[in-house]
């Protein structure tokens, strides 16, 4: 008895019996803890609030339904209208830089699937997010409110503008790649606020944290990463955008 026992231990992945003893029942439960230990945690994401988020968020159920195989790999997905629902990684890492707190209030720009926003809305008080595709708004704001996320407002409109009626924040996070740092998200942090933005050309940007201190901004440079463009006033004009891509 014990023998068989032992065999079959052995002929299952070492992560399959560590994931049992975490509690993870379903298939999707086992794919997200070791989407989180492969390719989150090891890659020195160590926030645990953070952590728990990404394990606890159905990421499945913001891809599309011929992709929900794929939603835990280390990759962005397709989720029309020539968008992206980001790596599990850089969600993380977004995530992590802003810092949101339980009683913090965080403006998100680029909702996409919504899986961002989601991931905000378990650590921070509210989120206020913006999306320019209003199909892709509609569609994340249905899913959100059936996963029973009440502490999240969608809008419309160009986010590069930032929702000057609801700032200050305490954390920005723009999910989409941008030429330089738009002034008004800038304006609309509160102080000691962080904004996290990929700044670069529209085939290659750097992470950027940008923290409002008293009487300066302090800029800080983190990994490079690849977003669709951030397409608006303070952003890319979209036809620049269409060129390069
Ligand atoms: N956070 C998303 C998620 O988890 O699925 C990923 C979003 S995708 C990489 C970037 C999104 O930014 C796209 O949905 C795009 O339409 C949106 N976007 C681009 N420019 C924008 C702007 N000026 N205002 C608001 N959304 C914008």
Redesign the pocket.
Known sequence: MFRSFGLERASLPEWSWICRKAGCVTRYERQRYRMVERQIRKRGVRNSRVLAAMEKVPRHR?VPEDSSEHAYEDSPLS?G?G????QPYM?AVMTESAVPEAHERVL??????????AILAELAREVYS????PE?AERAKGLLGRLGYENVFIRV????EGWGEMAPFDAIVV??GAPDIPEPLVEQLGLGGRLVIPIGSSHHQTLCTVRKETKSIRKEEGTGCV??????TF?WEEKAAEKHS
């Open positions: 913001f989720i209208k968008q992206t629902i980001s969600v998100e720009v680029g909702t996409g699937s919504g899986y961002q926003t913006i999306e320019r595709i892709l409109g160009d986010g590069s999910t989409a977003f669709v463009p951030l397409i608006g952003a």
